[in-house]
T-cell receptor, first 113, second 109 residues
Framework: DAGVTQSPTHLIKTRGQQVTLRCSPK?????VSWYQQALGQGPQFIFQ???????QRGNFPDRFSGHQFPNYSSELNVNALLLGDSALYLC????????????FGQGTRLTVV | EDQVTQSPEALRLQEGESSSLNCSYT??????LFWYRQDPGKGPEFLFT???AGEEKEKERLKATLTKKESFLHITAPKPEDSATYLC??????????FGKGTSLLVTP
């Protein structure tokens, strides 16, 4: 049973560029959340997708956008990258409305230079 | 505003030396208190979810407890492989997990 998988694992981008990160949820899960984790900090909630709709958003600018596909996989897009966007981006999947056990992927390490 | 605070920031233990990690929270309408373990460069690994004051859950050398204002993660007779960052997160009536900054645990032989 595959867990949550994210791609790519590492990425280096130049300031001002755009990036797309991908996530496949754990088998049987239909909800995907994205988090940003800066070095030495806890993860910060970006947004959550359920039934292909964004149902809650954290305190992140509109440069951060996402999408969920019919197979429940998800993408996180970040436009106009800033140096401060360098972080570990984590995808978490869960089932339905309860969010009782959110399982995380291994993350994508994004470095903006 | 919801807040989750973990203490201590870092903890060094000798193998076999039991201790507790603290997570204090101010969350309106708590819908779950979560504990995760995170190894360097990896995603958080789910450990426990607690829902109501007085609830306890155990897994191997770890036991999590919950009061109305705090949660504790008790580590009994830790081993070097228990070294990791332990993250606590609270969920209110929404869907987001509100994480603390974590406690970095080092267990030495």
């Amino acid at each position: 049973d595959a867990g949550v998988t994210q791609s790519p694992t590492h990425l280096i981008k130049t300031r001002g560029q755009q990036v797309t990160l991908r996530c496949s949820p754990k088998s049987g899960h239909d909800t995907v959340s994205w988090y940003q984790q800066a070095l030495g900090q806890g993860p910060q909630f970006i947004f959550q997708y359920y039934e292909e709709e964004e149902r809650q958003r954290g305190n992140f600018p509109d440069r951060f956008s996402g999408h969920q596909f019919p197979n429940y996989s998800s993408e996180l897009n970040v436009n106009a990258l800033l140096l401060g966007d360098s972080a570990l981006y984590l995808c978490a999947s869960s089932w339905g409305d309860r969010n009782t056990e959110a399982f995380f992927g291994q993350g994508t390490r994004l470095t903006v230079v | 505003e919801d807040q989750v605070t973990q203490s201590p920031e870092a903890l060094r233990l000798q193998e076999g030396e039991s201790s507790s990690l603290n997570c204090s929270y101010t969350v309106s309408g708590l819908r779950g208190l979560f504990w995760y373990r995170q190894d360097p460069g990896k995603g958080p690994e789910f450990l426990f979810t607690l829902y109501s004051a007085g609830e306890e859950k155990e897994k191997e050398r770890l036991k999590a407890t919950l009061t109305k204002k705090e949660s504790f993660l008790h580590i009994t007779a830790p081993k070097p492989e228990d070294s990791a960052t332990y993250l606590c997160a609270a969920r209110n009536s929404g869907y987001a997990l509100n994480f603390g900054k974590g406690t970095s645990l080092l267990v030495t032989p």
